[in-house]
């Protein structure tokens, strides 16, 4: 499925070329960002090469939610996959149930975003540890559960940089999530609003934002 998607072309076709092609769950500014080794790159032919070693059908259901760029996008995306012999049928659903069909892992693929925390540990644990809050997937691997405690063990910048270096490579070769691009999170405010400072994650600290009055 990840060989199948040129996620170049879709970047362009459904954002432009606005945002950047991602193979990590860190987005820029957030540690350890596009560090990773082995992320499975566009190869139609290895693509039909794996469908043919698996041998059967492939027919997936493709959860998203019904907003026009969603769809959109899992539109591009399903014809990418239909190039190479997998099938695969959209089922748009509002937002509130797109979220709650994800928890419940009452999906077979889904189309989902995560607007990113500071610390590299919110961005992985919830969703990639076995006993995660939101493994949305049930992925489960000892190695992966060990390196994403050890990040949670260590406050040593050199040494958690190391161990989430591990957990990219871990997840490009275990591929729980394809992932497909970075947003961009935009600020805008009048002149005399200051103190409104870009953080990577995106979300506005209100507690240091003033207005001046001159």
């Keep these: ?6 996620r170049d072309a879709l970047n362009k076709v459904v954002n432009r ?7 990590t769950p860190f987005g820029s500014g957030l540690a350890p960002h596009e560090q ?13 090469a794996l469908l043919a070693d698996y041998g059967k059908p492939v027919r997936l259901k493709f959860t998203v939610t019904n907003m026009p760029q969603s769809l959109l996008s899992a539109q591009a995306i399903q014809a990418m996959w239909k190039k190479v012999g997998i099938e695969a049928e959209i089922q748009p659903v509002e ?3 797109h979220v709650r069909l ?28 076995s006993k995660g809050s939101a493994n949305r997937t049930g992925f489960s691997s000892p190695e992966l559960d060990a390196l994403l405690d050890a990040g949670r063990g260590t406050t040593d910048p050199a040494e958690r940089l190391k161990i989430y270096r591990q957990v990219n490579n871990l997840l490009a070769r275990e591929l729980p ?20 400072v870009p953080v990577p994650d995106g979300l506005i600290r209100a507690r240091d934002v003033w207005k001046d009055r001159t």
């Excluded at 499925?1 to 040129?6: E, I, P, S």
């Excluded at 892992?105 to 995560?114: A, D, F, K, N």
């Excluded at 500071?118 to 540890?129: K, T």
């Design 17 to 23: 070329g606005l945002l950047k092609v991602a193979n």
């Design 36 to 48: 990773v080794e082995g992320f499975p790159k566009f190869d139609p032919g290895r693509a039909k």
């Design 177 to 196: 999530h394809i992932f497909l691009t970075y947003f961009n999170n935009y600020s805008l405010a009048s002149p005399n609003v200051k103190g409104v």
């Design 1 to 6: 499925m990840a060989h199948a998607l040129d």
């Design 102 to 129: 994800a928890g419940l892992r009452q999906y077979q693929v889904s189309l989902y975003r995560w607007q990113g925390g500071l610390d590299p540990d919110r961005n992985v644990h919830v969703f990639f540890h």
């Design 95 to 97: 937002q509130v149930q």
